[in-house]
């Protein structure tokens, strides 16, 4: 049975699109390897592989063939990778710091009539440190790509600094085959040594930018607690959070994360979800509700029943969707692709083409070759590598701080263009649980509003219906202090009855049904019994001693947040329709709440299918749908973006291209709010990334100097090719900075 199994790789040393593609052909190129997708920003190979056929070594052995570092990355917690990137900068800063101090003494006796640094020996000795020491790693990185016929960005430099390091070396060790020709032996040290210090300069502003963008990952690796106080035998002892199992009891102390996911089984107390969820409050916790692990506790100590742990907890999956999202490309990227696996070829063929141009009908050899240089220099397929990468990571990993989980880039790209959301209603409009709406007493009773209450809650509260739930939960969230009860006991049909302790009148509690059956006059009551049921509110009556004292609107209410939600897509030009099995008249009076127009109610879970398809075939735009429940699955599915309630069942989470953590329907709009900044910021850096080259290039290659204009020296070329990556990066970051704003 061929199984495949999914690594993830970092790969050292690449730096540009043109290296990305040349990893993945090689990885391709191996039997037995499925799926491959290089992150140049995030340095890393994200591979589906048949174990069968080829294994981590074989792997490895293809990337370190193409010129790069392999090491396979095992477990998301671990720093090691953080303190090399951390190590790598700093040799890198070491390097650039080097090559300034012996680039400035090399241009200022360059460029000035100095003692001892206008010496051509000594400028050929300090270029010469600069050239084949600091110099080095582009020589290495442009031959291990040569040895297997292709090239790179380290290509361009490596041909660029050399043709200037050589032609002023020849100049001062043999300037009479230069005067034989009838050209002034000139020196250009400056040229090459200016280029390798800027360069080195882009790439470590670089590698610090690209530092930020994974940020969301050490967030929420920091987030993880290390051990966890578990209670066994009686005896509560710390251990490692690894070795928490399903069905420990937890103890979460004042202050701590919480360390693992659970149900409190005793304790109340305020927990911080912000960092999972972006809820800025406090939520409530007791007995019954759920923790996620990486949640901060208040507090109050808090007892808890591990129900999911290791790779299945909460902060584990989000941070496997973040990597899988970010590791991942988007459709928009593939055209970025194409144009980078013939980039480098095309640069070096137009600036031997400038060279010959202008060596043949320009006015000195000197000018050709400077031509040469600037074009090959100025060519910077690095933006083009790193302008998709980059956004998707900065735009994944901010939506993961506000509780939006992105599948992968294509996920993302596709939100953007959703102009149909079609809504569950109960758990994804509505809160997903009964609870009291409304109470009203029968008219000229002695009984208020909060007595009613006491009495049907204290009966209630024998009784484990969930509309009875409701109404002993609305007393105990007011404060109401219940009585004792005996005698209670169901009544066929609907209902329960029983009495207080200390008191004679026996209270039946039940629909309007029942209260006939029972003989009791309900007249009084009639009124509000048919308002409320013409909203589709389930109505409870409560009689004591024979007598209609108080009814109970029972409803699942609507979210805080729904109907601003909707309100806020229908601004965007978004449709929002709701689809519900429930019967059209409950689903009509939850609609007319949140202002949604088009209901499709009653409807069976194989019935959404063909709801979703009909949808997707009548809009022009894509058609996303949003739920929580088992029966949302297939739905989710189908949809062309499929977006879950993160409180909801696994298997719609499992079944959905974008997970709401918060379960708020605020985050769809956020979700798609994200969506357009980010593409926004991919197109933005792709236009500058072809636009810098379209424009660069030409004038590095003198089509200015035809018109009038200057030349453009290849040292100014180096700077601006050093800083088109940075300036990538940084508009990347900046998207960072204006969801941080908007959310």
């Known amino acids: 049975m061929n199984e495949t199994t999914s690594i993830k790789v970092r790969i050292k040393g690449m730096s540009c699109a043109a290296c990305v593609g040349a990893a993945e ?34 792997i490895r052995v293809a990337i370190v063939n193409c010129g790069y570092e392999a090491e396979l990355i095992t477990q998301s917690r671990t720093d090691k990778e953080r303190v090399e990137r951390q190590r790598d900068f700093k040799a890198l800063k070491t390097h650039f710091i080097i090559a300034a101090l012996l680039t400035i003494p090399i241009a200022a006796g360059s460029m000035f009539t100095l003692p001892v640094l206008s010496n051509r020996y000594v400028l050929f000795v300090l270029a010469s440190v600069v050239q084949l020491w600091l110099g080095m790693r582009f020589y290495g990185a442009a031959i291990s790509a040569l040895r297997h016929f292709s090239t790179n960005m380290n290509t361009l430099i490596a041909v660029g600094t050399t043709a200037a390091y050589l032609y002023s070396s020849v100049a001062v060790f043999a300037p009479g085959l230069f005067e034989a020709g009838g050209i002034t032996p000139h020196v250009y040290f400056d040229t090459s040594a200016v280029i390798i210090t800027l360069i080195l300069l882009g790439r ?69 979800e912000s960092m999972l969820t972006g809820e800025s409050l406090p939520v409530d916790k007791t007995v019954g509700d759920i923790l996620l692990s990486g949640t ?52 070096i063929s137009i600036a031997v083409l400038t060279f010959l141009l202008w060596y043949t009908w320009g006015p000195s050899f000197t000018m050709a070759m400077m031509n040469f240089i600037a074009v090959l220099i100025i060519a910077c397929p690095c933006a083009l590598g790193l302008a998709t990468p980059t956004a998707i990571m900065v735009g994944s990993g901010r939506g993961a701080r506000q509780g ?38 029968s008219p000229g009773s002695a009984m208020d509003v909060q007595q009613a209450l006491r009495f049907a809650a204290s009966i209630e509260q024998e009784s484990e219906h969930p509309l009875g739930a409701a109404i002993v939960n609305l007393a105990r969230d007011r404060g109401i202090e219940l009585i004792g009860a005996e005698g209670v006991a169901s009544l066929p049909g609907g209902g329960i009855r029983g009495r207080l302790k200390g008191m004679g009148d026996e209270i039946v509690i039940g629909n309007i049904q029942l209260m006939t059956r029972e003989g009791i006059d309900c007249s009084a009551l ?25 009814v109970f609107a029972i409803a699942d209410t609507i979210k805080e947040t729904s109907p601003d939600a909707v309100r806020r897509l229908t601004d965007m030009g978004i449709e929002v329709v709701m689809l519900t099995g429930d019967n059209q008249k409950t689903a009509e009076a939850i609609a007319g709440q949140v202002s949604i127009t088009r209901v499709f109610a009653g409807v069976q879970p194989q019935e959404k299918l063909d709801v979703i398809r009909q949808l997707k075939g009548a809009t022009t735009g894509l058609v996303a749908m949003v739920g929580d429940g088992i029966n949302d699955a297939p739905a989710l599915a189908q949809a062309d973006v499929g977006i879950a309630i993160g409180t909801g069942a696994d298997v719609a989470i499992e079944s959905s291209d974008i997970t709401l953590i918060r379960g708020d329907l605020m985050s769809v709009v956020d979700a798609i709010t994200l969506s357009l900044a980010t593409m926004r910021v991919i197109r933005q850096n792709l ?40 300036s990538v990066v940084t508009n990347s970051l900046r998207l960072r900075v204006a969801l941080q704003s908007s959310g």
């Not at 607690?225 to 009891?249: K, L, M, Y």
């Not at 601006?720 to 940075?726: K, L, R, T, W, Y």
């Open 404 to 441: 939006i989980l992105i599948r992968d880039a294509e996920a993302l790209e596709k939100t953007c263009k959703v102009r149909t959301v079609v809504m569950d209603k109960t758990g994804t409009i509505t809160v997903g649980r009964p609870s009291v709406a409304e109470v009203s007493t």
């Open 296 to 347: 901060l506790n208040g507090l109050a100590v808090l007892k808890f029943r591990a129900t999911k742990v290791g790779e299945d907890s909460t902060i584990e999956r989000i941070v496997r969707l973040i990597e899988q999202a970010q590791g991942s490309k988007a459709p928009i990227q593939r055209f970025a692709d194409k144009v980078a696996s013939v980039f480098v070829p095309v640069v």
């Open 526 to 550: 009639m009124p509000d019994v048919e308002r409320l049921t013409q909203e589709a509110k389930t109505v409870v009556v409560m009689a004591v001693g024979g007598s209609a004292a108080a």
């Open 687 to 726: 236009f500058w990334a072809f636009f810098y080259n379209i424009i660069g290039i030409p004038i590095a290659g003198g089509v200015l100097y035809l018109f009038g204009g200057p030349l453009l020296n290849p040292m100014l070329a180096s700077l601006a090719m050093a800083f088109s990556s940075v």
């Open 204 to 272: 470590m502003l670089e590698m610090r930018a690209k530092g930020h963008t994974s940020e969301a990952i050490r967030h929420l690796i920091g987030m993880q607690a290390e051990t966890a106080s578990v209670i066994r035998n009686g005896v509560q002892s710390d251990i490692p959070v690894e070795d928490v199992v399903v069905g420990d009891i937890v103890v979460a102390r004042a202050g701590e994360r919480i360390a693992v996911d659970g149900v409190v089984v005793e304790g109340t107390s305020a927990v911080d």
């Open 25 to 58: 052909r090689a990885l391709r190129s191996l039997k037995g390897v499925t799926s491959v997708s290089v992150n140049l920003a995030a340095e890393r190979a994200f591979i589906q592989y048949l174990p069968a056929i080829v294994d981590f070594e074989g």
